[in-house]
C-alpha cells in the first residue's frame, strides 16, 4: 500500500519511490498511476476506473499470491480515505496469505494546509462529504458535532456535478455554530500546473468555484488571515 501524495512528483516521499521501485506490479486508477509513469516502465500494471476498488484490490492482491511484489497505490495517504483498510479487510476475509506494508503519504488536507498557510496549527478533523459508503445522515451529525466542537474542518470530496446539495448543507450546518465570516481556504488541483488557491468565507462558499478535486478548509472561531495566509493561531504570545 503507496501514498503517492497530491500528484505532484516533489510531493512524494523517498519511501515510497523507492517502494515503488522494487516492486514487479503496480495497481492503481488510471489517473494516479499515470502521476507515477516516471516510476513505472517496464512494470505490470494493473488499471481501473473510479467505483473499481475492491475490483482492483482484489488483483493486486491475487498477484501478490502468485508471488509478486505489488505496490497498490493511493492519492494522498492509503490510510486516509485511500486503499489501506480495503486491502486489510479483504486480505483477511477472502484468505490472502500475504504479507502488507502500508507506506504513508501526505495527505491533501496537510498539502492544502500549506499552500493556505497555517490553517491546521491547532486541532481539526477531515470528513468526506462522499455519500457512497456513508448514509448522509451520518455525515451530518459528524459535521454537527464537529461545528459545535469548534474545531477546524477539512473537506474531502466537497462537490462532484451529481452531488451539489452536500456542501451547501454542510455549509448550514457550520452557519448554525459560526460566523459567516469564518475564513474558509480553498484549494484545487494540488500540486498540479492548473492549480487554484481561493480564500474566501463561509457564508460564500456554497457559491464558490469547487469540485472532487478540491479540498476545502474551513477555519474555526479563532482563524483569520494575515497578508493573504490562511492561519489558526495556536496560542503563542508574540
Known sequence: MVGIGPGNRLDRTRRAEQAIADCQVVAGY????????????????????????????????????????????????????????????????????????????????????????????????????????????SICTRLEALAAADLVVALYNPRSKKRIRQLEEA????????????????????????????????DRLPGAEVGMRSTVIIGNSTSLCLNGRLITPRGYRL
Open 30 to 137: 488510471h489517473l494516479y498511476l499515470e502521476h507515477i509513469a516516471d516510476l513505472t516502465a517496464g512494470k505490470d500494471r494493473i488499471a481501473s476506473g473510479m467505483m473499481q476498488e475492491t475490483e482492483r484490490c482484489r488483483a493486486a492482491l491475487q498477484r501478490a499470491t502468485e508471488g509478486a511484489v505489488v505496490a497498490l497505490v493511493s492519492s494522498g495517504d492509503p490510510g486516509v480515505y485511500g486503499m489501506a483498510g480495503l486491502a486489510l479487510e479483504m486480505a483477511a476475509a477472502e484468505g490472502f496469505d500475504v504479507a502488507i506494508e502500508i507506506v504513508p503519504g501526505i495527505s491533501a488536507a496537510n498539502t492544502a494546509a500549506a499552500r493556505l498557510g497555517a490553517p491546521l496549527m491547532l486541532d481539526y478533523a477531515c470528513i468526506s462529504l462522499s455519500d457512497l459508503l456513508v448514509p448522509w445522515e
Open 171 to 202: 455549509v448550514a450546518i457550520m452557519r448554525q455554530h459560526r460566523d459567516d465570516s469564518t475564513p474558509v481556504g480553498i484549494v484545487t488541483a494540488i500540486g498540479e500546473t492548473d492549480e487554484q488557491i481561493t480564500l474566501t468565507t463561509l
